[in-house]
DNA sequence: TAGCTGATTGACT
DNA sequence: GTCAATCAGCTAA
């Protein structure tokens, strides 16, 4: 069973936090490939320059819309990277997703990344991510809770560790600690 | 229509 | 450590 809508609807800070441990999972056809989500980035409102809210007005309706909808959006012109828009409708916020420790499916992933299986690279970065899933803008406004894409519950409910820092890789407003990760994970993306 | 930028990655020195 | 690849969506004209 997916997370549910209300699991959303609560700021994007808390959400990333909450996000972590959590199975990502995409079907594609017959193929099912997923991933628990161990490292994630808060993206805020207007307010955050860093956030796409702030910049991109093709991006508002999703945005301001009600949360567990995807974002997915093109970087470097090569890289898709999948966001979870958080928050209720008129309440601006995402979260980034960064890396999942792969879990069912590794083989297409790695097929899909051209990578051995087992690699620890199989699914740390957003691009890395986007691509071992199958993940493309074609999925940008799917809804999380029902549909190809979807996020689950943790396993159980055993505490993670999770650690905190700046986020990485955004030119505007660095500094602000909202990315998260799970502590000690080894499938977490290097750092800049 | 042309030019610019970026929430990145991987190959190379 | 440096740097090229590559494109959606914006801006200026």
Do not use: K
């Amino acid at each position: 069973m997916p997370l549910s809508r209300a699991f959303y609807f609560q700021s994007p800070r808390a959400l990333a936090r909450d996000l972590l441990g959590c199975v990502l999972v995409s079907r594609s056809g017959s193929i099912v490939t997923s991933g628990m989500i161990v490292e994630t980035e808060a993206y805020l409102g207007p307010e955050d320059a860093a956030s796409h809210a702030a910049f991109r007005p093709g991006s508002h309706a999703l945005f301001y819309g009600p949360g567990g909808i995807a974002y997915v959006f093109r970087a470097y012109g090569m890289h898709d990277c999948l966001n979870a828009i958080a928050g209720d409708v008129g309440r601006a916020g995402c979260v980034l997703i960064r890396a999942v420790e792969p879990l069912q499916g590794a083989a297409a992933m790695a097929r899909r990344r051209g990578v051995p299986v087992g690699s620890r690279r199989l699914a740390s970065g957003p691009g890395n991510l986007t691509r071992a899933l199958g993940v493309t803008r074609r999925h940008n406004g799917a809804d999380l809770t029902a549909g190809p894409l979807t996020i689950e519950p943790r396993d159980g409910d055993r505490a993670q560790p999770i650690a905190r820092g700046p986020r990485v890789g955004i030119a505007r407003d660095p500094g602000r600690i909202l990315r998260f990760w799970i502590a000690g994970n080894p499938h977490v993306s290097r750092g800049p």
